[in-house]
């Protein structure tokens, strides 16, 4: 994080990787996110820690697609990663990196998949982990943070509480890195290459639309940074995807700044939904959400917890994938902007499924 407060990016010289590879390079390489190392911040390949995490599936969803009227509906499936949430993709990069510059004990806040996802990598790279989650988050994630032998602080409240407890904790401990989000620029880079597979999937076409189920927003802000750094590299053509954050009607700070004309959002009082992974009543990058939708002409809608679960259960009976909440609000979102003719007929439209419905049992009722 910059002195002033504000999130710090990460740059690379785009002139140098013009020249010096080829989307054949790309193509030849093994099939996990590393194949874009050259758009990586990790700079010796022996600093990499990993599982195995990227290239997830690009499915047509053509059943759920023709209910809601949309023909090319493609979902990109997050679930078939380590630790069942994209998640592992900030924390595969950001691990990296900490232990390149060497960290060797991390501290993070977290509503549950994230500090999973970090302190499974951490144990992968050898380092400590302090993770700190609100009493409310799912019983899984505080498992995997026990498994892998990690410090596990549970907080009555809700994840900026979890902040603050770590930041007060770090006051009284010596050599840790806190790696919240955006106050590592690193995280970000590894949840941009969802945006870099998206398109090489599509033969480095883009879509109309993508859509993502926004807490903290760094998936989508990472996507637009992926999209933007391609076209610098004249790897992709033509407009940008509307980009779409999608939040629960319990928690949707981005949604409400939007609607008003806000450039940042105002913290949401009580936030509650059944999609835990975007309870964020106040996201560090807001600011760079909105800009993102707005430079791309996109939006920002609200979904409701029964619509949540009613499409939840829609793709699992017609597509037979058991998909999480977060990503069941974009489907959910697909429908409402279908009848609305924001998204128009014959539009190609990607929907993120952040993570696996495994770690969401208790969303189905027996
Ligand atoms: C964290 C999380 C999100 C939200 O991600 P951000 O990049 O912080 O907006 C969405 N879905 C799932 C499953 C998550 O764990």
Not at 66 to 84: C, Q, S, W, Y
Not at 110 to 139: F, K, Q
Not at 265 to 288: C, M, N, R, Y
Request: aromatic share 6%; hydrophobic share 45%; charged share 25%.
């Amino acid at each position: 994080m910059c002195s002033c407060g504000s999130p710090l990016l990460a740059r690379y010289d785009l002139e140098e990787v013009r020249a010096g590879l080829t989307k054949e390079d790309v193509a030849a390489r093994a099939p996990d996110l590393w194949r874009y190392h050259e758009l990586l911040p990790v700079r010796a390949p022996e600093n990499v820690v990993t599982l195995g995490e990227g290239m997830t599936p690009l499915l047509a969803l053509p059943a759920y697609g023709r209910e809601l009227g949309v023909d090319d509906l493609l979902m990109k499936d997050e679930g078939l990663i380590p630790t069942g949430t994209f998640k592992a993709r900030g924390a595969a990069v950001g691990v990296s990196r900490a232990y390149e510059v060497g960290v060797r004990k991390i501290a993070m806040p977290t509503n549950g998949n994230a500090g999973s996802a970090w302190a499974t990598y951490a144990a992968r790279a050898g380092m400590e982990a302090l993770i700190a989650m609100p009493i409310a988050a799912p019983e899984i994630c505080r498992r995997e943070v026990k498994v892998v032998g990690a410090e596990l602080k549970l907080i009555d409240g809700l994840i900026g509480d979890a902040g603050a407890w770590v930041r007060e904790e770090l006051a009284k401990r010596d050599g840790y890195q806190d790696v919240s989000t955006l106050k590592e620029p690193y995280r970000i880079e590894g949840k941009k290459t969802m945006g870099l597979e998206i398109a090489e999937q599509l033969g480095w076409k883009l879509p109309d639309v993508i859509l993502y189920p926004t807490g903290g927003g760094v998936g989508l802000i990472g996507i637009w940074k992926a999209l933007a750094e391609l076209a610098s590299l004249g790897w992709v053509e033509g407009p940008m995807p509307r980009l779409v954050a999608v939040q629960a009607t319990g928690c949707a700070p981005i949604v409400q700044a939007w609607e008003k004309g806000l450039p940042e959002s105002e913290a949401w009082v009580d936030a509650q939904t059944v999609a835990f992974g975007i309870t964020v009543p106040k996201a560090l990058g807001d600011f760079l959400v909105l800009q993102a939708i707005a430079e791309t002409d996109g939006c920002a809608v609200a979904v409701d917890d029964d619509e949540i679960l009613a499409a939840q259960r829609r793709v699992a009976e017609l597509e037979g994938s058991f998909i999480c909440p977060e990503g069941a609000a974009n489907f959910a979102a697909v429908r409402r902007l279908r009848e609305s003719g924001w998204i128009k007929a014959g539009e190609q439209v990607v929907a993120l499924n952040t993570g696996t419905g495994l770690k969401y049992p208790e969303t189905v009722p027996l």
